[in-house]
T-cell receptor, first 111, second 107 residues
Framework: DTAVSQTPKYLVTQMGNDKSIKCEQNLGHDTMYWYKQDSKKFLKIMFSYNNKELIINETVPNRFSPKSPDKAHLNLHINSLELGDSAVYFC??????????FGSGTQLSVL | AQRVTQPEKLLSVFKGAPVELKCNYSYSGSPELFWYVQYSRQRLQLLLRHISRESIKGFTADLNKGETSFHLKKPFAQEEDSAMYYCALEYGNKLVFGAGTILRVKS
């Protein structure tokens, strides 16, 4: 009965590969987010979708592409992975303008 | 630009001592502020938000617009309070986080 679940928890891959992180929420929320936590523990928003529509797209390389097949899912696809992409990525969801519920994070390590 | 500053990376206190985790923000509008907590091996979760004026697990935070601060306080720290604490500012649909402060409560 996990509220916001993201898979995988750990992802180790080589530079240049393409990978995806999946996120699903069963809370009936209409907004979903992707945050990146860098090595200094700073959390930055990357994308936000509301009812499957992209509403926030921060300055993120084009190699990152979110996809929201429905309101309950927001996947993050990353092309041509680089060393600097290594971080913990957090998915979150909320009702519009209400508090966020976070997933447990995906630790991405690019070698 | 909107910014959240948590000046301390690490705060170490003894059990039973008072705790104050500092948070300052930069925002020209009317701020909505939160404290999030991440316990070891657990997900980030909301601790409290200023508009609720609530006390959660003994923690309180008061918004001081004059000082642009939203410090998190607890009169008597407990070992289970050890965690990473993030202050966050919401504007529009965005949530901007501070860099976080690790709180270590020693016995």
């Amino acid at each position: 009965d996990t509220a916001v679940s993201q898979t995988p928890k750990y992802l180790v891959t080589q530079m240049g590969n393409d990978k995806s992180i999946k996120c699903e929420q069963n809370l009936g929320h209409d907004t979903m987010y992707w945050y990146k936590q860098d090595s200094k523990k700073f959390l930055k928003i990357m994308f936000s979708y509301n009812n499957k529509e992209l509403i926030i797209n921060e300055t993120v390389p084009n190699r990152f592409s979110p996809k929201s097949p429905d309101k309950a899912h927001l996947n993050l696809h990353i092309n041509s992975l680089e060393l600097g992409d290594s971080a913990v990525y957090f998915c979150a969801s909320s009702r519009t303008n209400e508090k966020l519920f976070f997933g447990s994070g995906t630790q991405l390590s690019v070698l | 630009a909107q910014r959240v500053t948590q000046p301390e990376k690490l705060l170490s206190v003894f059990k039973g001592a008072p705790v104050e985790l500092k948070c300052n923000y930069s925002y020209s509008g009317s701020p909505e502020l939160f404290w999030y907590v991440q316990y070891s091996r657990q997900r980030l979760q909301l601790l409290l938000r200023h508009i609720s004026r609530e006390s959660i697990k003994g923690f309180t935070a008061d918004l001081n617009k004059g000082e642009t601060s939203f410090h998190l306080k607890k009169p008597f720290a407990q070992e289970e309070d050890s965690a990473m604490y993030y202050c966050a500012l919401e504007y529009g649909n965005k949530l901007v986080f501070g860099a976080g402060t690790i709180l270590r409560v020693k016995s």
